[in-house]
Nanobody
Framework: QVQLVESGGGLVQPGGSLKLSCAVS????????MGWFRQAPGKEREFVAS????????DYENSVKGRFTVSGDNAKNTVYLQMSSLKPEDTAVYYC????????????????WGQGTQVTVSS
Protein backbone atom coordinates (compact mmCIF):
# COMPACT_ATOMS: atom_id res chain seq x y z
CA GLN A 1 0.00 0.00 0.00
CA VAL A 2 1.36 3.38 -1.00
CA GLN A 3 1.69 6.00 1.72
CA LEU A 4 2.53 9.65 1.24
CA VAL A 5 3.74 12.04 3.93
CA GLU A 6 4.10 15.74 3.21
CA SER A 7 6.30 18.09 5.21
CA GLY A 8 7.96 21.46 4.96
CA GLY A 9 5.01 23.78 5.31
CA GLY A 10 4.99 26.82 7.55
CA LEU A 11 4.57 30.56 7.80
CA VAL A 12 6.51 32.69 5.35
CA GLN A 13 6.45 36.34 4.36
CA PRO A 14 5.36 37.42 0.90
CA GLY A 15 8.24 37.01 -1.51
CA GLY A 16 9.75 34.22 0.55
CA SER A 17 10.43 30.59 -0.28
CA LEU A 18 9.52 27.16 1.05
CA LYS A 19 10.37 23.64 -0.06
CA LEU A 20 7.74 20.98 0.47
CA SER A 21 8.60 17.29 0.57
CA CYS A 22 6.44 14.27 -0.17
CA ALA A 23 7.98 11.05 1.13
CA VAL A 24 6.64 8.00 -0.67
CA SER A 25 6.61 4.51 0.82
CA UNK A 26 5.26 1.22 -0.43
CA UNK A 27 6.26 1.77 -4.03
CA UNK A 28 8.73 3.92 -5.96
CA UNK A 29 7.30 7.28 -6.98
CA UNK A 30 8.68 6.77 -10.48
CA UNK A 31 5.84 4.29 -11.02
CA UNK A 32 3.38 7.16 -10.98
CA UNK A 33 2.52 10.64 -12.00
CA MET A 34 3.05 12.58 -8.78
CA GLY A 35 0.75 15.54 -8.34
CA TRP A 36 0.76 18.50 -5.99
CA PHE A 37 -2.58 20.08 -5.14
CA ARG A 38 -3.66 22.78 -2.72
CA GLN A 39 -6.85 23.71 -0.96
CA ALA A 40 -7.55 27.09 0.57
CA PRO A 41 -10.35 27.59 3.12
CA GLY A 42 -13.73 27.63 1.42
CA LYS A 43 -12.28 26.69 -1.95
CA GLU A 44 -12.04 23.51 -3.96
CA ARG A 45 -8.82 21.54 -4.16
CA GLU A 46 -6.83 22.73 -7.16
CA PHE A 47 -3.97 21.41 -9.22
CA VAL A 48 -0.56 22.98 -8.68
CA ALA A 49 2.04 20.83 -10.42
CA SER A 50 2.92 17.30 -11.42
CA UNK A 51 5.91 15.23 -12.43
CA UNK A 52 5.98 12.03 -14.43
CA UNK A 53 8.40 9.72 -12.67
CA UNK A 54 10.47 8.04 -15.39
CA UNK A 55 10.69 10.94 -17.81
CA UNK A 56 10.68 13.82 -15.37
CA UNK A 57 8.10 15.62 -17.51
CA UNK A 58 6.52 18.38 -15.46
CA ASP A 59 3.31 20.36 -15.66
CA TYR A 60 2.36 23.53 -13.81
CA GLU A 61 -0.75 25.52 -13.20
CA ASN A 62 -0.37 28.94 -14.81
CA SER A 63 -0.37 30.97 -11.59
CA VAL A 64 2.67 29.11 -10.22
CA LYS A 65 4.63 28.71 -13.45
CA GLY A 66 8.04 30.30 -13.08
CA ARG A 67 7.74 30.41 -9.28
CA PHE A 68 7.32 26.75 -8.32
CA THR A 69 9.48 23.80 -9.32
CA VAL A 70 8.56 20.15 -8.88
CA SER A 71 11.31 17.53 -8.74
CA GLY A 72 12.01 14.05 -7.48
CA ASP A 73 14.83 12.18 -5.77
CA ASN A 74 14.79 8.48 -6.67
CA ALA A 75 17.30 7.56 -3.98
CA LYS A 76 15.11 9.09 -1.28
CA ASN A 77 11.84 8.16 -3.00
CA THR A 78 10.72 11.70 -2.34
CA VAL A 79 9.08 14.36 -4.47
CA TYR A 80 9.63 18.06 -3.79
CA LEU A 81 7.84 21.29 -4.50
CA GLN A 82 10.18 24.27 -4.35
CA MET A 83 8.10 27.43 -3.98
CA SER A 84 9.56 30.89 -4.50
CA SER A 85 8.18 34.43 -4.72
CA LEU A 86 5.32 33.32 -2.56
CA LYS A 87 2.14 35.38 -2.48
CA PRO A 88 -0.67 35.56 0.07
CA GLU A 89 -2.92 33.80 -2.43
CA ASP A 90 -0.63 30.76 -2.25
CA THR A 91 -1.86 30.18 1.30
CA ALA A 92 -3.44 26.73 1.47
CA VAL A 93 -3.01 23.16 2.62
CA TYR A 94 -0.75 21.46 0.11
CA TYR A 95 -1.20 17.79 -0.75
CA CYS A 96 0.73 15.31 -2.85
CA UNK A 97 -0.96 12.42 -4.61
CA UNK A 98 -0.27 9.55 -6.98
CA UNK A 99 -1.87 9.16 -10.36
CA UNK A 100 -1.38 7.23 -13.57
CA UNK A 101 -2.60 9.67 -16.23
CA UNK A 102 0.09 11.94 -17.65
CA UNK A 103 -1.05 15.54 -17.71
CA UNK A 104 -4.02 14.97 -15.44
CA UNK A 105 -5.05 18.02 -13.44
CA UNK A 106 -8.26 16.75 -11.89
CA UNK A 107 -8.00 15.58 -8.29
CA UNK A 108 -10.51 12.82 -8.91
CA UNK A 109 -8.10 10.84 -11.07
CA UNK A 110 -5.44 10.80 -8.39
CA UNK A 111 -5.82 8.03 -5.82
CA UNK A 112 -3.36 7.95 -2.94
CA TRP A 113 -3.15 11.18 -0.94
CA GLY A 114 -1.03 12.49 1.88
CA GLN A 115 -2.39 14.28 4.94
CA GLY A 116 -1.34 17.71 3.70
CA THR A 117 0.93 20.44 5.01
CA GLN A 118 -0.14 24.00 5.74
CA VAL A 119 1.50 26.88 3.91
CA THR A 120 0.68 30.38 5.13
CA VAL A 121 2.01 33.44 3.31
CA SER A 122 1.54 36.53 5.42
CA SER A 123 3.41 39.54 6.70
Amino acid sequence: QVQLVESGGGLVQPGGSLKLSCAVSGRTFSSYVMGWFRQAPGKEREFVASIRGPSGITDYENSVKGRFTVSGDNAKNTVYLQMSSLKPEDTAVYYCATGIIVGARTSGVYNNWGQGTQVTVSS
